[in-house]
């Protein structure tokens, strides 16, 4: 007799509906003072597009003017080590427009408080466009987390002058069963009510295992349950493309085998107003490895982000409305990449359309 369970009706009328289920198609360090030799001047050079694809006619950066981030947690051994004031700096050299946090401290660089955070970036001309906060510790009532201490992080997340505040955590606090994700949606639906009082958008960062399976209902991908069970209005998500392209290898079966392709982007293309945040990294293929690819800095694998970036953009309001943000999990130079990335992300250009 057969364990398996069959797809709530409920459950399946909302990935029906929001026509999320076709998507499963299976019902880097050199030193602070020297390291650049870019001026201010050729910052904004670089951000009008400066780069690949002179002598072929009319060409527009691929890269929106004033929408390049990087993730902080990129750089979080120089912030630890020199400080936000020195890390700030370079990023400004470097041409980057935005910055998004992964935590509020400087270790051994020294206190520092949320307003002078907050000045620092501004003084600098960094945008803070988000946030990664835990979404939950039940081992500790005092956890600096969405589930433990919401209205501290969404006051300091305020006060930082954030527009949006989120987690990098997977929906996993109750389980990988269906009903285990409609419970951690229920709390994201609360947690983006709270945000949105504030004028604030709460959202969700992927890994790879967000596109698993369920372990009750093998036919069912969890990324799906978190869509279908979230309000819109209330909950958005941050794209990493890397990790999106290592689901794509590792979860392109459900969980009792069937085929079940994944392309990332389509997720994106049928709710782009959903996906104001993405994670720009890259990766070499390698089909030996767990994930399909081997990370390494952004313009040095495999990954057509370039592709992405251009179709996203493509959608209503997208140049507008999209972020990107750099990131490299563990380079080797963290600086040297900071500075690699933005200079190959601003030089991609295509023609005009």
């Keep these: 007799m057969s364990r398996k369970k069959s797809v709530d009706p409920e459950l399946a009328a909302k990935l029906s509906r929001r026509n999320m289920l076709g998507v499963a198609a299976g019902t880097g360090a050199a030193a602070i003072l020297g390291l650049s030799a870019a001026t201010p001047a050729a910052a904004a050079d670089r951000g009008r597009g400066h780069g690949h694809g002179h002598g072929h006619g009319k060409t527009e950066p691929v890269l929106t003017p004033g929408h390049l981030g990087i993730q902080l947690y990129s750089l979080r051994d120089k912030v630890n080590s020199l400080g936000f004031a020195k890390v700030f700096e370079e990023l400004e050299r470097f041409g980057y427009d935005e910055i998004e946090y992964a935590g509020y401290s400087q270790g051994n660089a020294g206190a520092i408080t949320i307003p002078q955070l907050r000045k620092?970036?501004?003084?600098?001309g960094l945008r803070p466009i988000g946030s990664h906060v835990n979404?939950?510790?039940d081992n500790n009532p005092n956890a600096y987390?969405?589930?433990?201490?919401?209205?501290?992080?969404?006051?300091?997340?305020q006060a930082l002058?954030?527009?949006h505040i989120g987690t990098a955590s997977g929906p996993f606090r109750?389980?990988?069963?269906?009903?285990?994700?409609?419970?951690a949606a229920a709390d994201f639906n609360a947690y983006g009510a709270a945000a949105r009082k504030r004028g604030m958008k709460f959202y969700q960062h992927n890994h790879a295992e967000e596109f698993s399976f369920a372990s009750d209902q093998p036919g069912v991908r969890l990324y799906d349950v978190l869509l279908a069970e979230t309000d819109p209005?209330?909950?958005y998500l941050e794209m990493d493309i890397y990790w999106a392209f290592a689901a794509k290898h590792r979860f392109s079966k459900t969980g009792d085998g069937r085929p079940a392709p994944l392309?990332?982007?389509k997720y994106v293309l049928k709710q782009p107003d959903r996906y104001p945040l993405f994670h720009v990294k890259d990766g070499v293929k390698n089909e030996e490895a767990r994930d399909g690819y081997d990370m390494v800095d952004v313009g040095d694998g495999d990954i057509d982000y370039k592709k992405f970036i251009s179709a996203v953009n493509k959608t209503h309001n997208g140049r507008k409305d999209h972020h990107w943000q750099a990131e490299h999990d563990?380079?080797?130079?963290?600086?040297?990449f900071a500075q690699k990335s933005a200079d190959h992300l601003h030089s991609l250009r295509e023609k005009r359309c």
């Design 135 to 137: 979404y939950a510790d």
């Design 161 to 163: 002058g954030l527009e």
């Design 145 to 157: 987390s969405f589930a433990q201490n919401l209205e501290k992080v969404l006051d300091d997340a």
């Design 263 to 265: 392309d990332p982007l």
């Design 330 to 336: 563990n380079p080797v130079d963290s600086l040297l």
């Design 174 to 183: 109750y389980g990988n069963t269906v009903d285990a994700w409609k419970r």
């Design 120 to 124: 620092l970036a501004r003084d600098h």
């Design 233 to 235: 209005k209330l909950v």
